[in-house]
């Protein structure tokens, strides 16, 4: 723990100004003094630039760097104003923006698809019906519960601990991970110099080797074909390997659609 | 059989980000009084698990984190629709988003939660509104004069 802190100070100096800002910028309810907001987002904004740059820094194309702090600092930014907004339309509208740029962090993880698919669901179904509830039952704007949050301290505390224990576990402990392409192609670039020769027959006398293993969710694997992301290999593991908990999720669509049409007012038990 | 490597510092720090939306979403849970904004911020937590899910994919090489993503999605959606109108099924009954209000669900044995502020109401109206009656049975009791302005097509319903 003491050497995490010493070797990542700003990672624990990120995390602490992130908090101080949400604190900041968190509404309080006092009529009458409400608190500027522009040094609790330069606090936040700080301190999540603090938080993601203890990542460390590796070689990298000025390119995708570039993209991943616009989109790194636009979700966890726009998260935290979301949280904090004193008006429930703006912050159906933050979230909105959140999950812009969560899905840019979708494109550079390879998931275009994912990307594209979150973008429609969320910012042109989910906030739409979010801003009509909302304008339905809140006509006069802010009420006074949302200018004045409650259990802001240890909420904050608690939530920001255990980020700083997930950021030490990660920092600390790095997860090793087999990489079955990058191990493929090493394999094929040191045998490439002695693969002139064809292999040589097997004799008839030698055992017959044992079938491969059935590996399960085989046609989740990527490969040169159907890269990770690509809509050939997704729809693969989709329809190949996750086929019944596909079927799964339409049934609980249906279910959750019957269910919310069940449990809504009905025009005959009265307006809103 | 093939050597295992440690994260490097692209995968890292996007975990890092998708555990920080994570952790957002739930203080904004913990927090906010708004019934919009906690379902709001239930949303933002799937974003902290779609992001990790689909690092994970990128990592190990496969698709399963981007078809676990998949499904994340048609839950988030499933679960936006009811919570929006079980919402709208609360507000009926009070007219506030409050969730404060709705504390008398809370466990018998735990305290009474403290009402700092003045403003809004301080308690559901009336504990027996919307309760769901009883099929009329019998003799059709004389009419109260609190059912003046009932529904004439559903005498056997008081009005809420």
């Known amino acids: ?272 | 059989m093939s050597e295992m490597t440690p994260l490097n510092y692209e995968e890292l720090r996007s975990l890092m980000v998708a555990a920080g939306l994570f952790v957002l979403g739930a203080i904004g849970f913990l927090t906010r009084r708004n019934l919009i904004l906690l379902v709001l911020s239930a949303e933002l937590m799937l974003h902290g698990v779609s992001l990790s899910l689909v690092t994970f994919g990128k990592i190990h090489q496969n698709q399963e984190g981007q078809a676990f993503t998949i499904f994340v999605l048609t839950v988030a959606a499933c679960e936006a629709g009811l919570a929006l109108s079980l919402v709208l099924a609360l507000y009926r009954q009070t007219h506030s988003l409050d969730i404060r209000l709705w504390s008398e669900l809370r466990e018998f044995d735990t305290p009474v939660p403290v009402m700092a502020d003045a403003d809004g109401p301080q308690s559901l109206p009336s504990a027996y509104d919307g309760i769901p009656l009883l099929t009329p049975a019998g003799r059709q009791p004389r009419e109260l004069p609190r059912t003046v302005n009932a529904d004439p097509k559903r005498p056997d319903r008081t009005p809420v």
């Open chain 1, 1 to 272: 723990m003491n050497e995490w802190m010493q070797q990542h100070p700003a990672s624990i100096g990120g995390l602490v100004l992130w908090a101080i800002g949400l604190l900041w910028l968190m509404p309080s309810g006092k009529p009458g003094k409400s608190r500027p907001g522009l040094p609790g987002i330069i606090l936040a904004a700080a301190g999540v630039l603090a938080f993601c740059l203890g990542a460390g820094r590796g070689i990298d194309t000025l390119q995708s760097e570039v993209m991943f702090w616009t989109f790194a600092l636009t979700a966890l930014l726009c998260a935290a104003l979301m949280i904090t907004s004193k008006n429930p339309v703006y912050g159906a509208l933050w979230f909105a923006l959140a999950t812009l740029g969560t899905c840019g962090l979708f494109m550079l993880q390879s998931a275009p698809f994912l990307a594209a698919a979150t973008i429609i669901v969320y910012a042109g179904a989910v906030i739409v019906t979010f801003l009509f509830v909302i304008m339905l039952a809140q006509q006069s704007g802010a009420a006074g519960y949302d200018r004045r949050a409650q259990l802001v301290v240890p909420a904050v505390l608690s939530s920001f601990v255990l980020l700083g224990v997930v950021v030490q576990q990660l920092q600390t402990n790095p997860l090793k991970v087999e990489r079955p392409g990058i191990v493929a192609a090493e394999k094929q670039s040191t045998t490439k110099g002695s693969a002139t020769s064809p292999p040589p027959l097997p004799s008839p006398d030698a055992p017959i080797p044992p079938p491969p293993p059935v590996i399960p969710a085989m046609l989740s694997k990527a490969t040169p074909e159907t890269p990770v992301g690509s809509m050939k290999g997704l729809g693969r593991s989709l329809f190949g390997d996750y086929l019944f908990a596909v079927e799964l999720a339409g049934t609980i669509l249906l279910v959750a659609s019957i269910g919310a049409i069940a449990i809504a007012p009905r025009r005959e038990e009265g307006a809103l």
